[in-house]
């Protein structure tokens, strides 16, 4: 099975707590490495983790509060420091490419790697990457300020080839890519095999939607529809759905009715106020209303199976 | 015993290690607390510290490289965040207002205290702070880059008038004011004692000098003469004397040779390259030279008694 998973590598909001860093999480598809958010800390978390900095070639950024953007200036300089010679994407507002460049400026810095920045339209639901494993959408939430979500599809892959007929017969390369893109096979004989009949489908591809931050918001519905696993913030409960609605943002409760109602496969909540000390009552909210909700953690590795 | 004592919080160079921050420090001079340098990760480096972050109302950064002020923004926000309404005083190169106002902007903040920024000049050794507790100094470093140190100078206390003279006479609020400025006592007799003889000397003043990042640097011996504790950067030991040279940073022999020809009483290295895996050989290299040198470490507290 190839590898889709996510690593939460911080779980809490705004205010940075010693067991809880703010927003950040590392998504492996295929043991390409993609950083979502990169809050104050963020090289920590990837060192506890053991992630290779230089893995990382894609970095996404879902808005310009502080708890979801201010370790990416370290990080910069780090690979930088460290001799990265690759390219890095940065995907985000486009206002934060001018931060980039003034702190760039004031320490005299060249970096040694092109950074690419990609600004992300606020308002637009659109393919932002496409490569040969994976697409990535970004599309808008609702919060009192620019944020986006990022959608991550795997690529369906090729069917495989039954294993008695590759060991019956000995194919060519050329053939085995054509088989691969749907032909049917004629051997030496002028047999005919239909592809249906040499082939087993790929398992389907797998899906993951990363939404913090936003308030209740029933658009969001048809965007995260049926993907593996949905991040949904979930900053309060409903003690205080007030603070919730005030702010922009959700509680536990209103995250899983969004997991509930777009029939996704697995729910985990997030970006928890200060406020609360123990999450377990968040998490029986939650699950109330969508059974399959999990808690994210710093650290917490989720792993999503092809099915 | 009034407190004057400096906390470590960073001790490391440019690249974070998970037991070792980049720069900062926290100086409590008579339980007023000034932040030195403020690296990514400072916020909880002061939780971990045990640090009410509300009690900093003066942050100075020596230079605008990331390892000693990217933790700047998250602490100014958290700040806001926990409702701070007291002013905040910021003291470091001009530059760095205007990357603070863009970041305000992009996230929509008005921060709920004042923000009063002091530029200091990088070529001036001046007072940049005086208040009834200690004086605070600018001096230029000698870096590849604009970098001031700063110097705390302990205010001198009046002198304590002689308990037993205190006991033995009933003086009036404002005879003790003239006794502590300096003038004689006549009691209701008409006997006249000296000052010299109901009153004990206050200790000296103690003095603090903060230098970080700098080359070996002579000029810095008459500012930094006599004080108390020096930190002086040791980025690199002797057998990358060149690379300290290049770079403009300073072994730590030559940070021993500043503090022995400075005659300060203690030096604190720090700064020190992620190359080096141990420190012992860094210390020892500095003792060579200067007798009392210790290692920063994060966490480590200095007193600086009274002498």
Chains 1, 2 share one sequence.
Request: hydrophobic residues 40%; negative net charge; contains cysteine.
């Amino acid at each position: 099975m190839k590898t889709f998973a996510v690593t939460v590598l911080g779980s809490g909001a705004a205010i940075p707590l010693l067991h809880r860093n703010p927003s950040a999480q590392l998504i492996n598809i295929h043991e390409k490495l993609y950083l979502m958010d990169c809050a104050e800390g963020t090289q920590l978390q990837l060192r506890k983790n053991r992630v290779r900095f230089q893995r990382i070639n894609h970095i996404f950024i879902s808005h310009l509060h502080g708890d979801h953007y201010y370790g990416l200036f370290g990080l910069i300089t780090t690979l930088h420091l460290l001799g990265r010679t690759n390219e890095l994407y940065l995907f985000a507002h486009a206002k934060l490419k001018d931060i980039i460049d003034k702190q760039l400026e004031a320490s005299n810095t060249v970096l040694r790697y092109p950074l690419k920045f990609v600004a992300i339209d606020p308002d637009k639901h659109e393919v932002i990457l496409e490569n040969e494993f994976v697409t990535v959408e970004s599309f808008p939430l609702n919060h009192n300020f620019p944020v986006n979500g990022y959608l991550f599809r795997e690529k369906r892959s090729k069917p495989n080839i039954k294993k008695d007929f590759l060991e019956q017969k000995s194919i060519s390369h050329e053939d085995l890519q054509r088989i691969k893109n749907g032909e049917d096979y004629t051997d030496d004989q002028g047999e005919i095999y239909s592809n249906d009949e040499i082939t087993v489908a790929a398992p389907p591809p797998r899906s993951y939607a990363y939404c913090s931050d936003t308030a209740y918001h029933e658009p969001l519905i048809p965007v995260v529809r049926d993907v593996d696993l949905l991040y949904h913030e979930a900053t309060f409960m409903d003690d205080k759905a007030q603070d919730a609605a005030d702010k922009y943002h959700s509680t536990a409760r209103q995250a899983a009715m969004i997991a509930s109602k777009a029939n996704v496969k697995k729910l985990m909540i997030g970006h928890y106020s200060a406020r609360y000390k123990t999450l377990m009552p968040m998490l029986e909210e939650a699950q109330e209303v969508f059974k399959e909700t999990m808690l994210a953690d710093d650290g917490k590795v989720i792993l999503i199976p092809n099915s």
